[in-house]
């Protein structure tokens, strides 16, 4: 086996800079702790917290973990991806697909839950693993959508005109490379009645250097109209590198918007809420939906009820501009939109 510098490997698979940095991630516990100068014992490490680790394993850009605060084991950051034994703990109700989204999958990949656009699985892949998401459970190379799946989506979308808009979503869409992306998009143009092209990502956020030429070109050679929604959960997630990168975006005419989740012990405040409201406005990025914890197995610790969240996002509709308060919603299984909670 050769081993390669990154610099050589770059030149000779033609990979990009992201794509080496998507592969060196950090996987490993201890060497997260090390670099946040945290001992196992702070975190509350115990042998639940190895299994939950073996279950669904830690993996996170270490420019993410370049946001995180050195030496506070309750960082908003931290705890978004740090496995913890709670997810081993039983939860009656909780289940391993909350969404149910079988039935709205009439061929493999495509989910078509909503009048007017389809949401396709590109990929099972992600650029961080965040423990609350409904993916802990994903089994990822057997739900990989091959290219004779995508043959079948396309020819679902061709065939009903009142679909107006592709979703691009995952895993993670943006962590397949560039030329695969355009391939899907090409094919997609070739269908008169599409029109938008959305893509739901939380890559750039974690990875900047995403947003690249080759991202840029491919978003600005398309005649469907591109938007983006990123998911970002806390202030602290944006600095001055996703102000480069979200401004980049916006040159390009990419309109960007933002879903968060509700996430106990990481943004249930009013002050945590603000911040990222604010923070985001002044990166160009307008939030659109705050989501209500999908009742996923292992989760159930990040869970804030419903009550509680409605009486939040009052209050913060008290302190912002209309436009900066993220529409508070439910996923209801055979429903016709998200159900809106409030405002
Ligand atoms: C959330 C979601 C959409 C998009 O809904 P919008 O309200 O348009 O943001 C589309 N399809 C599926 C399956 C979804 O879960
Ligand atoms: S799908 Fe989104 S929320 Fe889930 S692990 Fe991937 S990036 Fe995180």
Known sequence: ???????????????????????????????LLQRLDLRPEQVGW??????????????????????????????????QVLPVGDEMLPTPGWSLD???EAPASPVP????????????ITTGACAVHCRYCFRRHFPYAEHRVSDPDFDAAL?????????????????????LPDTKLARLTKRLEGIAHVERLRIHTRLPVVLPTRVDEALLTWLTSTRLRPVIVLHVNHGNEIDAEFAAWSRRLLSAGVPLLNQAVFLRGINDSVEA????????????????????????EGAAHFAVEEETARGLIRSLSQQLPGYLVPRLVREDAGALAKTLICP
Not at 5 to 31: C, D
Not at 155 to 175: M, N
Not at 273 to 296: A, C, G, K, N
């Open 1 to 31: 086996m050769i081993t390669r510098t990154p610099k050589e490997a770059t030149v000779e698979t033609g990979r990009a800079l992201w794509q080496l940095e998507l592969g060196s991630g950090i996987r490993g516990v201890g060497e």
């Open 46 to 79: 115990t042998d639940e917290s190895v299994a939950a680790a073996d279950y669904f394993p830690l993996r996170v850009p270490t420019s993410f973990i370049d946001r995180m605060r050195p030496g506070d084991p309750a960082d908003p950051l931290l705890l």
């Open 98 to 100: 909350p969404l149910a």
């Open 109 to 120: 990949g495509l989910l078509h839950k909503y009048c007017g656009r389809v949401l396709l």
């Open 155 to 175: 020819d679902y979308v061709a065939a009903d005109p009142t679909i107006r808009e592709v979703i691009l979503s995952g895993g993670d869409p943006l962590s």
């Open 273 to 296: 809420q603000r911040d990222l409201s604010e923070r985001l406005f002044s990166t160009h990025v307008m939030p659109y939906y705050l989501h209500i914890l999908d009742r996923v």
